[in-house]
């Protein structure tokens, strides 16, 4: 690394409030890019460690695969962590930002365990040791109707998970959140049996999209967006994007998710995003995109796209099954 670019990295580390505008992100996001390396995932122990590759050019559009970024304008980063849904620290969307503060992230632990040929209890650093952080610029649908335009930092779940080499017999993986009551004062409220569980299938994990999303808008997760590890998985709604992951499970059959657990009949447990499926109460043709502009949290509804848009990459999943039946 030249002196001028170690300068340049050490002086991208710019306080969080002068990055408040999408402009001066987008800025920042193409040095990064040149750099070769996005620091902010707390991998600062090995990514410091190693040389960094040669500088580069940010890729251009062409060479981002499909899905991997979209052209929408991005929610406010003050919008993404202060109107959350995180239960563990309450049910209103600003309870997380306030309360979520009490969270601990490091040291944090990850139990890998089930259908796989090496199950163990793994630190955070451990997991993610060696991979760089990619970014994502993801639509994230909740099931209530609201949506938002995101920029993560993550890893691709299949890399995470091939490591513990799952076996033939892991058709599916669960997850598992932390359930701390001292942490979360959530828990108190049974709005949930706790802990949160989600599940994907091994096919919908492994998918190119699945990430393991460590950061957004070029810093570490904030501990109400899921600190310090937490899924996203863009063409379903957001309850499956599990926050605060403590454990991950290789299983042969399709694991209990606690949306499901609670309401079978409102949350499947492939909740792929459908606009044509209205949930009992309400309908899921359109969706009120979170943009901040003008002084809004909400702009005028926009019509709800099959799979959340990312039908070319994703339908394939689902070849043969009624997307009615199995929503
Ligand atoms: N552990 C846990 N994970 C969770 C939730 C939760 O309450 N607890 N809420 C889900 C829902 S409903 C949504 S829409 C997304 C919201 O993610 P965000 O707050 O980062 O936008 O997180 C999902 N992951
Ligand atoms: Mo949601």
């Known amino acids: 690394?030249?002196?001028?670019?170690?300068?340049?990295?050490?002086?991208?580390?710019?306080?969080?409030?002068?990055?408040?505008?999408?402009?001066?992100?987008?800025?920042?996001?193409?040095?990064?890019?040149?750099?070769?390396a996005l620091p902010a995932l707390g991998l600062s122990g090995c990514a410091e460690a190693?040389?960094?590759?040669?500088?580069?050019?940010?890729?251009?559009?062409?060479?981002?695969?499909?899905?991997?970024?979209?052209?929408?304008?991005?929610?406010?980063?003050?919008d993404v962590t202060s109107y959350n849904n995180f239960y563990e620290f309450g049910t209103g969307k600003a309870d997380p930002s306030?309360?979520?503060?009490?969270?601990?992230t490091s040291p944090w632990h990850v139990?890998?365990?089930?259908?796989c040929a090496k199950p163990g209890r793994v630190s955070f650093d451990d997991l993610l040791r060696g991979f760089l952080?990619?970014?994502?610029?993801?639509?994230?649908?909740?099931?209530?109707?609201?949506?938002?335009?995101i920029p993560w930092l993550g890893v691709p779940l299949a890399q995470v998970l091939r490591r513990f080499e799952p076996t033939s017999k892991a058709k599916f993986v669960a997850f598992t959140t932390l359930a701390d009551r001292e942490q979360m004062p959530g828990l108190r409220y049974r709005s949930i049996d706790w802990p949160y569980r989600e599940g994907l299938r091994i096919d919908e994990a492994m998918h190119p999209l699945t990430l393991l999303a460590t950061g957004l808008y070029g810093k570490p997760l904030p501990q109400?967006?899921?600190?310090?590890?937490?899924?996203?998985?863009?063409?379903?709604?957001?309850?499956?994007?599990?926050?605060?992951?403590?454990?991950?499970r290789f299983v042969e059959r399709m694991p209990p998710t606690a949306w499901n657990d609670l309401q079978p009949r409102e949350y499947g447990f492939f909740a792929n995003v459908?606009?044509?499926?209205?949930?009992?109460?309400w309908s899921q043709a359109s969706e009120r995109r979170i943009s901040g502009s003008e002084g809004r949290l909400f702009?005028?509804?926009?019509?709800t796209r099959p799979f959340n848009g990312y039908a070319e990459q994703v339908a394939g999943l689902y070849a043969g099954m009624d997307l009615r039946r199995w929503y």
């Open 1 to 36: 690394m030249s002196p001028s670019l170690r300068s340049l990295r050490t002086a991208l580390r710019i306080p969080a409030t002068e990055i408040a505008d999408e402009a001066v992100w987008r800025q920042r996001r193409r040095l990064l890019a040149g750099l070769g």
């Open 50 to 78: 190693e040389p960094p590759p040669p500088a580069r050019e940010p890729p251009g559009r062409e060479e981002v695969a499909a899905g991997f970024s979209t052209d929408e304008a991005l929610t406010r980063e003050a």
């Open 98 to 104: 306030r309360a979520a503060k009490t969270l601990r």
């Open 111 to 115: 139990e890998v365990s089930g259908e």
């Open 133 to 149: 952080p990619e970014e994502r610029v993801y639509r994230l649908r909740c099931v209530e109707g609201w949506s938002m335009v």
């Open 224 to 248: 109400q967006n899921g600190a310090p590890l937490r899924l996203v998985v863009p063409w379903k709604y957001g309850f499956k994007s599990i926050k605060s992951i403590v454990a991950i």
């Open 274 to 281: 459908n606009p044509a499926v209205d949930h009992p109460r």
């Open 299 to 303: 702009a005028d509804r926009i019509p």
